[in-house]
């Protein structure tokens, strides 16, 4: 069992809770107040286990669809476009700069050139911060989204995303260190 500690302004909040479910969001509150949100409960299940920086993705779990800022999990039969980026351990993307327009499905493919682990994470600026933040504490944490790809050396993954709403977002590699390192790029979501 791991002891997991939320980061606030007050440091009496305390609980245990095991971070063996299938999906581990991190939030920033209102108060800017970073929080472990288990989505799929406390229990473990064999047949679903979660993912971390360095654990190998054994059975796709199902996609949660939830509004994000950015945008919500697309449906691949609604795609609209498929934009290929490649990582690499210089710690960049290619393209690193992308643009789309509100309402937009889009399938990524995500091929990872490296020898080292790396994902693609979309999200807001916040968001990208507060959870590379949380990535640096917790390396081993488990997570798994329909906003991001985790991408083994040499291997290719990818996600479909619909970008509902307009305005300027981000996409990282959150893997300890690389966020820091500048594997990062923009994407411009223009209104209808």
């Known amino acids: 069992m791991a002891e997991a500690t939320p980061i606030s302004n007050s440091s009496k909040a305390k609980f245990k809770m095991k971070l063996i479910s299938s999906t ?3 939030k920033v509150s209102r108060l800017g107040a ?7 409960g406390f229990a473990a299940t ?14 796709a779990s199902p996609v ?19 934009v290929t980026l490649t990582m ?33 994470v979309i999200g807001t600026r916040a968001e990208l911060d507060a959870h590379a933040a949380m990535m640096e504490k917790f390396p081993k944490m488990a997570h798994d989204e329909p906003y991001m790809a985790h991408v083994d050396p ?14 300027d977002f981000e996409f990282a590699c959150l893997v300890a260190g690389h966020f820091a390192a ?9 209104a209808r």
Request: charged share 25%.
């Open 24 to 26: 581990v969001v991190s």
């Open 34 to 40: 970073v929080t472990l949100v288990s989505v799929a």
């Open 46 to 59: 064999a047949s679903n286990p979660a993912l971390a920086h360095g654990d190998k993705a054994m059975k």
């Open 64 to 82: 949660v669809k939830e509004q994000k800022p950015w945008g919500i999990a697309g449906d691949l039969s609604g795609v609209k476009r498929t």
């Open 88 to 120: 690499d351990d210089k710690m960049r993307f290619t393209p690193d700069t992308l643009s789309f327009k509100e309402g937009e499905t889009v399938r990524f493919i995500v091929k990872n050139q490296g020898k080292l682990l790396h994902e693609m």
């Open 154 to 167: 040499g291997k290719q993954g990818g996600l479909v995303w619909t970008f509902n709403r307009p305005g």
């Open 182 to 190: 500048g594997m990062k790029g923009r994407i411009k979501v223009t």
